[in-house]
């Protein structure tokens, strides 16, 4: 599976930014899809994940209210909408697509595939 994210860019505190990563799966609605974060000097994180139907989301608790994960397996691709955008925001941005299961995780190894990230930046 290939994935390709897009859809980062420079953004005022207090913004939004719509992120988009297609996948070349056939098979996309087998996957459980995630996005993930690393800020410089920082671990990568959770952010927010899909299961396969799109029927159940889980978030980080900094993403709770503000984020919306969600997934058109039509087109094969997932979205995360983010909202209120603060500088703590600022990071690279990766989706990841989970095989051989319904729903999604919090823990990175749980995740098969990975998408090129795409770089989010909050001024302030």
């Known amino acids: 599976v290939q994935l390709q994210a897009s859809g980062g860019g420079l953004v005022q505190a207090g913004g939004s930014l719509r992120l988009s990563c297609a996948a070349s799966?056939?098979?996309?609605?087998?996957?459980?899809l995630g996005w993930f974060r690393q800020a410089p000097g920082k671990e990568r994180e959770f952010v927010a994940g899909i299961s396969r139907n799109g029927g159940f989301t889980e978030y980080a608790d900094s993403a709770k209210g503000r984020f919306t994960i969600s997934r058109d397996n039509g087109l094969n691709t997932v979205y995360l909408q983010m909202n209120m955008l603060n500088t703590e925001d600022t990071a690279v941005y990766y989706c990841a697509a989970k095989g051989r299961a319904i729903l999604s995780g919090t823990y990175r190894g749980e995740y098969d595939y990975w998408g090129q990230g795409t770089l989010v930046t909050v001024s302030s």
């Open positions: 799966a056939r098979t996309f609605n087998n996957y459980a």
